[in-house]
C-alpha cells in the first residue's frame, strides 16, 4: 500500500493541527498557583539623595578652559574630551600654532560641530600680544 503525496499532506496537516489545539486547550494545566508575597513594612529612605558634579580641582566651576594654555588634564575636565582627544588638542596646537578662536578647535581630528557645541561655552583662547 502505498501513500500519495497529497494524502500524506492531509495526514501530516492533520496532526499539526491536533497538536496545535491540544496545546491551546493544555496551555494551563501546567502552571501553578500565583504566589502572594505580603511584606509588614515599606523601605524608605531616610534622606534624600541629590546628586551633583564635583568641580574640578582644576579649575573653578566659572572658569573657562584656555584651549593655548591648558594641560592635558585640564582638556580631560570638558565633556566629550578624553585623553586621547587632549593629546591630538595640545600635538595640533604645537603643529598648528595656537587657537585664534574656539570655532577653530574643530581642526582636530574627532572634534566635530556636535562636540563643539558641548563644549563652546567652557573654553576660551588666549591672545598673545605681539612684543616689540
Same mark, same amino acid.
Given at each position: 500500500?502505498?501513500? #500519495?503525496? &497529497? +494524502? $500524506?499532506?492531509?495526514?501530516? &496537516?492533520?496532526?499539526? $493541527?491536533?497538536?496545535?489545539?491540544? @496545546? ?9 498557583? !500565583?504566589?502572594?508575597? +505580603?511584606?509588614?513594612?515599606? &523601605?524608605?529612605? %531616610?534622606? !534624600? &539623595?541629590?546628586?551633583? !558634579?564635583?568641580?574640578? =580641582? #582644576? =579649575?573653578?566651576?566659572? +572658569? ?9 588634564? /585640564?582638556?580631560?575636565?570638558?565633556? @566629550?574630551?578624553? %585623553? ?13 600654532? !595656537?587657537?585664534? #578662536?574656539? /570655532? ?7 572634534? @566635530? %560641530? @556636535? ?6 561655552? =567652557?573654553?576660551?583662547?588666549? =591672545?598673545? %600680544?605681539?612684543?616689540?
Amino acid at each position: 500500500m502505498k501513500i #500519495s503525496k &497529497l +494524502e $500524506f499532506l492531509s495526514v501530516l &496537516l492533520a496532526v499539526a $493541527f491536533l497538536s496545535f489545539t491540544g @496545546g491551546w486547550f493544555l496551555r494551563d494545566a501546567a502552571c501553578g498557583e !500565583p504566589v502572594w508575597v +505580603e511584606t509588614d513594612r515599606t &523601605l524608605v529612605q %531616610e534622606t !534624600p &539623595l541629590v546628586l551633583t !558634579p564635583a568641580p574640578s =580641582q #582644576s =579649575q573653578a566651576p566659572d +572658569e573657562k578652559v584656555d584651549l593655548n594654555t591648558a594641560t592635558a588634564e /585640564e582638556l580631560m575636565t570638558l565633556p @566629550g574630551i578624553g %585623553e586621547k582627544r587632549a593629546a591630538d588638542i595640545i600635538a595640533d596646537r604645537e603643529a598648528n600654532g !595656537p587657537f585664534r #578662536s574656539p /570655532e577653530e578647535l574643530t581642526r582636530v581630528k574627532g572634534i @566635530g %560641530e @556636535g562636540i563643539l557645541a558641548g563644549l563652546i561655552d =567652557q573654553v576660551t583662547v588666549s =591672545q598673545k %600680544e605681539d612684543t616689540p
